[in-house]
């Protein structure tokens, strides 16, 4: 949330919003499921097998955590159920993805709207003969806030990324990796752009 005692505007609270759904998408969803599983399973697998079996695991253990991933996630409550085919299991975690790279567009929407009134308030500072230190300092408080929330938005796609790099690896169907490749780039490329408004961000502060 915006840091204490600042007095959060529209856009600050569409930040905050679009930073907790995106978090509940990833952190409850059948994507990051993959990921924790496969860990697990190569644990288990090494353990077991050697490096031979660390792989194996690994590839066993993002299967089946997808499954339980999907389980917990309230936004993919449609997966709450046995899969039927491989397909089928594939559809929903490309679905999944789909969903969490929505969420993700629109809290980096949320990010840029949020460095944008932050470069007005300091413009208008800027313009201000009356401007005091109070002020300065309630608007390195805001920024000291989004960027802390940005900061955590960009760990939680960090992680979505490794996720579908995961089932990447695993997918043997064609078509289907062309659709999680395709997902796992617009993560990328939607990463790429939170960590450029956490670094206009920081120029902001720095220039304060």
Do not use: W
Request: no cysteine; glycine share 10%; proline share 1%.
């Amino acid at each position: 949330m915006p840091a204490p005692g600042v007095d959060a505007g529209p856009a600050d609270r569409a930040l905050y919003a679009a930073s907790s759904d995106y978090r509940r998408t990833v952190g409850e969803g059948a994507v990051l499921g993959a990921l924790v599983g496969a860990v697990a399973g190569a644990v288990i697998g090494q353990a077991n097998g050697g490096s031979d079996g660390a792989l194996r695991g690994a590839l066993i253990g993002s299967v089946a955590g997808t499954a339980l991933g999907a389980l917990g996630g309230t936004a993919v409550a449609e997966t709450k159920r046995d899969y039927a085919t491989r397909e089928d299991r594939l559809d929903a975690e490309i679905a999944n993805a789909r969903a969490a790279n929505a969420k993700l567009s629109q809290l980096v929407s949320a990010a840029r709207r949020v460095v944008e009134r932050r470069e007005a308030e300091i413009a208008t500072l800027r313009r201000t003969k009356a401007a005091n230190a109070q002020e300065a300092r309630t608007v390195r408080e805001a920024i000291a806030g989004n960027r802390a929330i940005i900061e955590t938005s960009i760990q939680d796609a960090e992680r979505q990324r490794d996720a579908l790099k995961v089932l990447l690896r695993q997918s043997q169907d064609a078509s289907g990796r062309g659709a999680l490749s395709a997902e796992a780039g617009r993560t990328e490329a939607n990463l790429s752009k939170l960590k450029q408004e956490k670094t206009r961000l920081a120029r902001l502060e720095a220039g304060l």
